[in-house]
């Protein structure tokens, strides 16, 4: 069956690059979305048999978006092309089985190899370990990740609530639990140490 790409990202160099890899790989469709809301919209309106998705895009975090994804196009193969770095964000392969995490920083010969086993649907071994206690954002679940993104990006606590759709009281536990595990007592030092460990928002 010939592959049929859905590309979320919001970077036009980035998707100029990955388009042009995989049209010497022979994949002749590629559709594009920059959005969250538009990633929803064509995934509604067409099926595809890959996903390369980005973690962060303008107007959220996909984080949201992938288990109702997978849930309504289970045989979809979905790639993540995140700057998140893989020993924080990698852990999300485990939990929805993503078939691989790319690295936008990875060399040349890592994206053509990553791609081309994407594309032939073959399975990829993980070149960095996916835990790492280095990064004390390693520690951090799923959940606590999404609403890390909106922390970092100045939301209060009732908006973070209205978003994902969370009573008040279970987001400021989670964001308890955020601040105790990465050790910050203060948004700043947390914004602080989310710039040392390379967490884009």
């Known amino acids: 069956m010939e592959a ?4 979320a ?7 100029l690059g990955l388009s042009a890899i995989l049209n010497r790989m022979h994949v002749s469709r590629i559709d594009e979305v920059s959005t969250c809301a538009d990633l929803k919209q064509v995934l509604l309106d067409n ?3 890959h996903l390369i998705l980005d973690i962060i895009l303008p107007d959220g975090n996909t984080l949201e978006l992938i288990a109702s994804i997978i849930e309504k196009h289970p045989d979809m193969l979905i790639m ?4 998140q770095p893989i020993e924080v964000y990698g852990k999300i392969i485990n939990k929805f089985k993503i078939h691989s995490y790319l690295h936008k920083g990875a ?4 994206i053509n190899y990553h791609l081309e086993l994407f594309v032939t649907c073959q399975e990829i071994k993980l070149t960095k370990k996916v835990e790492m206690t280095e990064n004390p954002f390693t520690t951090l679940a799923v959940r606590e990740l999404e609403i890390l993104h909106y922390l970092l990006n100045g939301y209060r606590t ?3 609530a209205s978003i994902l759709n969370l009573k008040m009281n279970t987001v400021s ?4 639990n955020i601040f105790e595990k990465v050790k910050v007592e203060s948004f700043t030092h947390l914004l602080q140490l989310a710039h040392v460990h390379q967490i884009s928002y």
């Open 9 to 15: 990202e919001d970077h036009s160099i980035v998707k």
């Open 4 to 7: 049929k790409i859905l590309l």
């Open 47 to 49: 099926s595809y048999t």
């Open 80 to 83: 993540i092309h995140s700057m």
């Open 107 to 110: 060399s040349e010969t890592e």
């Open 173 to 176: 536990t989670i964001k308890s």
């Open 158 to 160: 009732k908006e973070i």
